[in-house]
T-cell receptor, first 108, second 114 residues
Framework: KNEVEQSPQNLTAQEGEFITINCSYS?????LHWLQQHPGGGIVSLFM???GKKKHGRLIATINIQEKHSSLHITASHPRDSAVYIC??????????FGTGTSLTVIP | ETGVTQSPTHLIKTRGQQVTLRCSSQ?????VSWYQQALGQGPQFIFQ???????GRGNFPPRFSGLQFPNYSSELNVNALELDDSALYLC?????????????FGQGTRLTVV
């Protein structure tokens, strides 16, 4: 069993739809990151969370430490949001445990 | 855009050869960790270097080795390459010693072993 589980694995949405990606983890963490990976492979950190909620533009990330669960929301989705979104938790040793990613396609 | 740079961006090697991948670290960071991402999977932890010493390792054989230099940049070396080593190799730069500092990822090196 992976330390980090994400759902769904694949998601197709119409432009403008509200999107939610979920992440559950089973290890103790110092922080949780939501990452975006485009087809070229490079990873960009969207959010780093240790509690509560963060918002950046149309992106919102929440975390519930007690339930070991986090969600990434995208409001008013746009085709340029199409990418793989990865949930990663930073463990006690500073290393990351990654989910397998959610591949999002937003159709115009 | 982060200050973490990986080189080369793409590489093709033959089975049995050796390869060295490089990663610069973000200014002010003291830790570099390396990850292997096979096609369609999430990245897997290889190892981490802190102040020039390995301080954590995932489930990878000894032919995966590394170095960290005084400027905190790092190398990943893989000996006796196997076809299954074909993957995207990512490095992440962070600061160990403060819980909530951000981590930055490089663009990755795509290694193909033929």
């Amino acid at each position: 069993k992976n330390e980090v589980e994400q759902s769904p694995q694949n998601l197709t949405a119409q432009e403008g739809e509200f999107i939610t990606i979920n992440c559950s983890y089973s290890v103790g963490i110092s922080a949780l990151h939501w990452l975006q990976q485009h087809p070229g492979g490079g990873i960009v950190s969207l959010f780093m969370l240790s509690s509560g909620k963060k918002k950046h533009g149309r992106l919102i990330a929440t975390i519930n430490i007690q339930e070991k669960h986090s969600s990434l929301h995208i409001t008013a989705s746009h085709p340029r949001d199409s990418a793989v979104y990865i949930c990663a938790v930073r463990g006690a040793g500073n290393q990351f445990y990654f989910g397998t990613g959610t591949s999002l396609t937003v159709i115009p | 855009e982060t200050g973490v740079t990986q080189s080369p961006t793409h590489l093709i090697k033959t089975r049995g050869q050796q390869v060295t991948l490089r990663c610069s670290s973000q200014s002010g960071h003291n830790t570099v960790s390396w990850y292997q991402q096979a096609l369609g999977q999430g990245p897997q932890f290889i190892f981490q270097y802190y102040r020039e010493e390995e301080n954590g390792r995932g489930n990878f054989p000894p032919r995966f080795s590394g170095l960290q230099f005084p400027n905190y940049s790092s190398e990943l070396n893989v000996n006796a390459l196997e076809l299954d080593d074909s993957a995207l190799y990512l490095c992440a730069s962070s600061f160990l010693g403060s819980v909530n500092t951000e981590a930055f990822f490089g663009q990755g090196t795509r290694l193909t072993v033929v």
